[in-house]
């Protein structure tokens, strides 16, 4: 792949289905050779968005550029992009190695060089020994491999994934994750990948964008977007959060944050004023001794222990009435909590984040009873 090719770039892309506005003024560069990925929940606008770049859809405003060239006006088929879909579209009579040469067809090549590209984008998605099967003989798994060759063979500099491995099975969606990975950073092509799911998300993007009503919410790497998350929204979709509602006073860098009667800390982020959310990941709340004193400490009582096998998940009420997760390894030498326990509630203030206060946040929230959503749960 020639340096440079697939770098694509949005301005201000719009698109309306009637009085609804699917894709909202949209902004983005994707550089070459960048795997690139949308996320957010159902009715975003992520999909829209890929179908716009594909060229399935026609933007109401704005441009879609291609290595600097608007390719809005220009019919699917012109456009140097390929799409894998969800549903595989095989064709059940073709064999493998037929599937995969159909857009050869279109290339004029001689028999063998189609032969030779057919063979490498087998063996680049490890499908060796299976060209002569019908896409009925082989696994949803291995089914989703010829519909990935069968777009790679094309030698796109851009390919386009939406929700390819959405029908399989948890297991080898992780498997194939790490597949797809190792696909992009071998061919150096650019990924512009779409799903819900935050686990792919992170495990394969350079760079994710949380969407939300046909907009942007933040885009960051996944670390940033992780442990950085810029609005409430972000931090509720992408893992779990503890989202506490609190008034906050900047405090030189750092932040001071009244939560009842107890006074906090937030370290780096001295910015917020008034009204906001704290947010602190289960996996950052430490339980201590009741009676345990120090900065960022609140006593509260455990309501509920559930196990989950390598970890615990242990519901807190705090003093205050709000209710937090704590996500305890079992390691072996973790304490066994039970319901009733009373414990001191550290909340270090390098993990505890303040963000704006987010409309997407469920109203209980202010009453201070919000308990943590995980992304996996319905928003």
Do not use: W
Request: some cysteine; hydrophobic content about 40%.
């Amino acid at each position: 792949m020639s340096e440079g090719k697939g770098d694509i770039r949005l301005e201000g892309l719009t698109k309306r289905f009637g009085d609804v506005t699917a894709v909202d003024g949209i902004d983005l560069h994707v550089p070459s050779g960048e795997f690139f990925t949308m996320l957010g929940p159902s009715g975003c606008g992520k999909t829209t968005t890929l179908r716009l770049i594909a060229g399935f859809e026609r933007p109401d405003a704005g441009a879609i550029l291609l290595d600097g060239a608007d390719m809005s006006r220009i019919p699917p088929h012109k456009r140097n992009v390929n799409t894998v879909f969800q549903s595989y579209a095989l064709f059940p009579h073709k064999s493998v190695e037929d599937n995969i040469a159909f857009g050869l067809r279109y290339k004029k090549l001689p028999r063998e060089d189609a032969r030779r590209r057919v063979q490498e984008a087998m063996d680049l998605v490890r499908l060796g020994g299976l060209g002569a099967r019908k896409p009925a003989q082989l696994s949803g798994g291995q089914q989703q491999r010829v519909a990935l060759a069968r777009a790679l063979v094309l030698e796109p500099p851009v390919l386009l994934l939406d929700e390819p491995l959405g029908a399989l099975d948890a297991r080898l969606r992780v498997d194939l994750q790490v597949e797809l990975k190792r696909i992009q950073e071998q061919l150096e092509i650019t990924f512009i990948y779409v799903t819900h799911d935050q686990d792919e998300a992170l495990t394969m993007s350079d760079r994710v964008a949380v969407m939300r009503d046909g907009r942007i919410e933040q885009c960051a790497a996944p670390r940033e977007l992780y442990e950085e998350p810029a609005t409430a929204f972000v931090a509720n979709f992408l893992g779990a959060a503890n989202l506490i509602p609190v008034q906050a006073h900047a405090d030189g860098d750092d932040t001071a944050l009244t939560l009842g009667s107890f006074t906090l800390r937030s370290a780096g982020s001295g910015h917020a004023d008034g009204a906001a959310m704290a947010m602190i990941r289960p996996e950052y709340v430490r339980l201590e001794p009741h009676g345990t004193t120090g900065e960022n400490r609140v006593p509260g009582m455990v309501e509920e222990v559930v196990y989950l096998g390598f970890h615990q998940d242990v519901r807190v009420r705090l003093a205050t009435g709000t209710l937090l997760r704590a996500d305890v390894p079992n390691d072996g030498d973790a304490v066994e909590y039970e319901q009733g326990d009373a414990v001191a509630v550290h909340l270090r203030a390098k993990n505890l984040r303040v963000l704006t206060e987010d409309a997407s946040v469920p109203s209980s929230a202010a009453t201070g009873h919000f308990a943590a959503v995980s992304a996996a749960e319905p928003a």
